[in-house]
C-alpha cells in the first residue's frame, strides 16, 4: 500500500544525490514535495537522519531527510526512501523551486498547425 499523499515525479538523469561528506552520487528513483528514493549499495537504517545534496544541473539544494524504509532489490542494492524533515517554510521553498525546474524541463511544446500542445 502507497501512503504517500504528495505527486511523485520519475527522476531523469541529470537529476544526481549525494549524501554528504561523501561527493559520490546516488542514483534517484523519483521524488517529490515530502521525500525521495534512491539506489544505495548498502543498507540503511529506517529512522536515521540524513543530509541530501540534490543537484539538478546547476540548481543544488540542501535538505535534511529521515530514511522511511530501505528494502533489498534483490541484486545487492537497496532501494531507500527518505522523508524530508525540514518542512520550514525555506525547506519547503527550496524542494517546491526544485520541483518546478524539474517539471520544467521535462515539459516540451511543440506547436502543431499554430495551436500549442503539450508533450
Known sequence: MDRRHEMRLAAPLELRLELPPSRTS??????????????????????????????????????????????????????????FVDRSADGDAAIEDLLNALLDSLISFSWEGGTPCSV
Open 26 to 83: 546516488l542514483d534517484m528513483n523519483d521524488i517529490g514535495f515530502g521525500g525521495l528514493s534512491f539506489v544505495s549499495p548498502v543498507p540503511l537504517t529506517v529512522g536515521s537522519p540524513l543530509t541530501l545534496r540534490v543537484i539538478l544541473v546547476a540548481r543544488c539544494v540542501r535538505h535534511l531527510g529521515r530514511v522511511a524504509h530501505c528494502h533489498t532489490r534483490g541484486d545487492g542494492s537497496w532501494l531507500v526512501g527518505v522523508s
